[in-house]
């Protein structure tokens, strides 16, 4: 029997699907959509459960966001959108006879084809763009992922636990 004596995560991460008015083109634009007026740090939102009070400031938050920030593909949404989206086989296959995978396969194309056609009129002259961030990746990303970075805009939060 293998026993794993090494340091063992819990990590995770989430894609952020996020609709801006229109394409922030500096750093002082993303920084006006992300946070309050007047707002000088983002921190670290577990800073009470560890003895690390993390913080960045807004306008270092902003530039990385921005650096990051290019418009989503209509596959990149597509890709999102199927970790939201699960059809039950055995439901399926109990409605629809005794179906091969490809069968299901298509419906599932077919249901991820029309919620990403719903997301993009409920996103409907926005500017789209899609963002991953894991705690895998150290503290900053650990905080853009839990920080409520996107609040103040329409998104959809896809958890990848």
Same mark, same amino acid.
């Given at each position: 029997m293998k026993i794993k004596s090494d340091f063992i995560t819990n990590s995770s991460s989430s894609s952020f699907?996020?609709?801006?008015?229109?394409?922030?083109?500096?750093?002082?634009?993303?920084?006006?959509?992300?946070?309050?007026?007047?707002?000088? $740090?983002?921190? &670290?939102?577990?800073?009470?459960?560890?003895?690390?009070?993390?913080g960045w400031s807004v306008n270092e938050v902003s530039e990385f966001v921005l650096s990051l920030t290019k418009a989503a593909e209509k596959s990149e949404l597509e890709d999102e959108v199927r970790n939201l989206v699960e059809i039950d086989w055995d439901k399926f296959r109990d409605e629809h006879g005794n179906m091969d995978w490809g069968a299901y396969h298509k419906a599932e194309d077919g249901l991820v084809?029309?919620?990403?056609? $719903?997301?993009? &009129?409920?996103?409907k002259n926005k500017f789209i763009c899609i963002y991953e961030f894991s705690?895998?990746?150290?503290?900053?990303?650990?905080?853009?992922?839990?920080?409520?970075?996107f609040r103040h805009l329409q998104h959809i939060r896809i958890s990848k636990h």
């Open positions: 699907i996020v609709a801006f008015d229109k394409f922030p083109e500096t750093v002082d634009e993303m920084m006006s959509v992300l946070f309050e007026e007047g707002q000088s $740090e983002f921190v &670290n939102p577990y800073r009470f459960h560890h003895s690390d009070p993390s084809a029309s919620k990403v056609d $719903e997301l993009l &009129n409920n996103m705690d895998n990746d150290g503290k900053f990303y650990s905080a853009l992922e839990h920080g409520d970075l």
